[in-house]
């Protein structure tokens, strides 16, 4: 669900839609989609024997999702054309798994097949280990025999003996296989699995801040029916509440609501790893956590212009009869981008990333080109990621709320309306120089 969160690229898309240029960009090929299923290029049959042993560790559950569960839809989701689940437990493994959403379409047997309906390169596993995403690729890749160092039961067949996927030590945490025959083994996969929710895409502040507070979270919800939508209302609920706290006009409410900001930012990323952990990954749950951040800019907008406009004028402040017409005139301007940006990825039906627009715009920049504006913008553009952008609110808010101190609030109204002035700036050099 969760996709990266950058304020700097509300503009993006909108301007590519609304003004000439638009036609300059392709309607297929789309880079930074993250919740669609890829399918590996290459092909293969996957056997899953199920162990002897009792309890079987096939149905140990790891982060909410048993074992054999997950590697049937990590063998299916990196390209195995024909899945055979074979030995003792067979029938209550359908009967808990052939249903599964997950799986979507996948070509299962569930006892042992007549035979493969074509050749294919074979990789046989038993059902008691978990595996990263990385070890699928390298099975996937290799060439002859091999073997998952680890989990040798795990192995690509053919003639000869079977070679290490890799000597020494993994090639990176992406390629784990740990056996999850008891409560250890399964502890030590799921510690191994929350290694790797973080996203290409994620800032410095997410993955050294806000992560500490969310996967800790993520951890204990994974074990419970919560799905990355419900985690998606919630989060959003909460930006609700911080921007009817920011609306008062108070210093208790600026403090609430800048610290409910930043709480919201960091359980965002809550949605994401639940769905990266537990395969709940989808388009329309790209959609659902897009459209909740966006309510929840809107919603910010909205009531630290009320809020502010309250504080100033009680302060007698110069600008305050000014206030509502800057932050409207902000929120206008960015709602009319947002929707040409839905209306973007409706067009070209695509899923629910934004990110994806901001990278196939930045792809087509010559940053050289564009000059010192451009450039120094583009420099700085990190201040303006979610995730930077609500830590800065954060602490002026706690900053401003424990010491009743006036220039905190005054510096984030501003500093907000100034952010989406330069955002303009920034995509507006941009956008002349283009790459067809």
Not at 28 to 57: D, H, N, Q, W, Y
Not at 268 to 286: F, H, L, N, Q
Not at 339 to 350: I, T
């Amino acid at each position: 669900m969760k996709t990266a969160r950058c304020i700097w690229a509300i503009p993006d898309s909108s301007l590519r839609l609304l003004l000439p240029w638009d036609n300059h960009l392709p309607r297929s090929g789309f880079p930074g989609c993250t919740r669609k299923v890829k399918r590996a290029p290459l092909a293969f049959r996957l056997i899953i024997r199920l162990p002897e042993t009792e309890p079987s560790p096939a149905f140990v559950r790891v982060g909410g999702v048993p074992v054999l569960l997950r590697l049937l839809i990590g063998g299916y989701r990196q390209g195995a054309e024909q899945i055979e689940v074979t030995g003792p437990g067979v029938e209550e493994a359908r009967r808990l798994f052939a249903q599964d959403r997950r799986l979507g379409g996948a070509d299962i047997s569930w006892g042992p097949a007549a035979g493969p309906r074509k050749e294919l390169p074979v990789v046989e596993t038993e059902a008691n280990v978990v595996v990263g995403g990385g070890v699928w690729e390298l099975l996937d890749k290799a060439t002859g025999p091999a073997e998952v160092p680890g989990a040798p039961l795990m192995r690509r067949l053919g003639e000869g003996k079977p070679e290490p996927l890799w000597t020494g030590e993994p090639p990176s945490k992406n390629h784990f296989a740990i056996p999850a025959s008891d409560s250890a083994g399964a502890w030590a996969a799921k510690r191994a699995i929350f290694r790797n929710v973080f996203k290409p895409t994620s800032g410095p502040v997410s993955i050294h801040f806000n992560s500490k507070l969310s996967i800790p979270v993520s951890w204990l919800l994974s074990e419970t029916p919560v799905t990355p939508n419900q985690i998606t209302v919630f989060t959003t609920l909460i930006g609700f509440v911080s921007a009817w706290a920011f609306s008062l006009g108070t210093f208790a409410g600026f403090l609430t609501g800048g610290v409910l900001f930043q709480l919201c930012a960091a359980l965002d990323r809550c949605d994401g790893e639940i769905a990266r952990s537990k395969y709940m990954d989808s388009p329309s749950g790209a959609w659902v956590d897009t459209v909740g951040d966006n309510v929840t800019y809107v919603a910010y907008l909205t009531g630290l212009t009320l809020g502010y406009a309250r504080f100033a004028g009680e302060r007698g402040n110069a600008w305050a009869p000014y206030v509502h017409a800057m932050g409207f005139g902000t929120l206008g301007l960015t709602v009319f981008l947002l929707g040409g940006m839905y209306l973007y990825l409706y067009r070209n039906k695509k899923s629910g990333t934004l990110v994806a627009v901001y990278k196939d715009f930045e792809s087509r920049v010559d940053g050289k080109k564009a000059g010192f504006v451009y450039r120094f913008l583009d420099s700085i553009k990190i201040l303006g990621k979610r995730d930077s952008w609500s830590l800065a609110i954060g602490v002026a808010a706690l900053l401003g709320g424990l010491f009743q101190a006036a220039f905190f609030y005054h510096l984030i109204f501003f500093a907000t309306v100034g952010t989406i002035v330069l955002m303009n700036i920034y995509f507006t050099v941009a956008r002349r120089n283009v790459s067809g």
